[in-house]
């Protein structure tokens, strides 16, 4: 009762002026881009597509709008139990007043810490842990100004696995393409005329969308 009633009584957003509102609301809006990149799924799922378009050697195929698009979306898909164990343990709580605001950020960065953690490296996690002198009894206790950018790297590390993994195929046709077109005396032909459509109808024939899709959705680690 006494959290309710101190929650009640303090001022609200709404009770700010229009100025101080529309401030807030922008500055929450860089808060929430920047949020998007360092602690979700979404810089291994962008950065894993662009490496499919670049593979593909499509120029701007699938167009950036459509790869930022997917990659949100795989990332709600992907972040969809976090989300919604923080929007009822936190925001729907906070919402209806029975915890205070506090509270509802200890709960969903710990529901963002579990996920992350998950997806860190205990070698990414020693790095800065070493580089700030920290030392923590448990991971519970690690402050996010050194799990954020742990888990970034890891993120990064991984995408770049993944996307050389896709790369090494389409560059085994490349290849083919090449040696055909200087064994025919085809030599003043780029061979990108020819190996790109060779890449497509591939990447068609084996649903590649499909295996991209599932094995990024697959590749992070649920919380226990």
């Known amino acids: ?78 972040m969809g139990p976090t989300f919604e164990s923080i929007h009822e343990n936190a925001l729907s709580k906070l919402i209806n007043k029975e915890i205070t605001a506090t509270d509802a950020w200890e709960i969903a960065s710990r529901d963002l810490r579990d996920f992350m953690l998950e997806q860190t490296r205990k070698r990414d996690l020693m790095l800065f842990m070493d580089i700030a002198e920290v030392q923590v009894e448990s991971a519970d206790e690690l402050p996010m100004r050194i799990l954020v950018p742990a888990f970034v790297i890891s993120e990064l590390k991984t995408a770049f696995i993944m996307g050389f993994c896709i790369y090494v195929p389409f560059l085994l046709i490349d290849l083919v393409v090449s040696t055909v077109l200087m064994s025919l005396g085809m030599m003043m032909m780029p061979p990108m005329i020819v190996s790109t459509p060779c890449k497509i109808m591939l990447f068609v024939l084996v649903d590649g969308w499909h295996l991209v899709a599932l094995s990024l959705s697959q590749s992070f680690a649920v919380p226990g």
């Open 1 to 78: 009762m006494e959290v309710v009633e101190s929650a009640a009584g303090s001022q609200g957003f709404g009770d700010l002026a229009e100025p101080l509102q529309l401030a807030l609301f922008l500055g929450g809006l860089v808060l929430v881009a920047g949020a998007l990149v360092s602690l979700t799924a979404f810089t291994r799922i962008v950065i894993v597509l662009s490496f499919v378009r670049r593979a593909l050697t499509t120029q701007e195929i699938p167009p950036n709008a459509v790869i930022i698009g997917l990659s949100m979306f795989l990332t709600l898909f992907v």
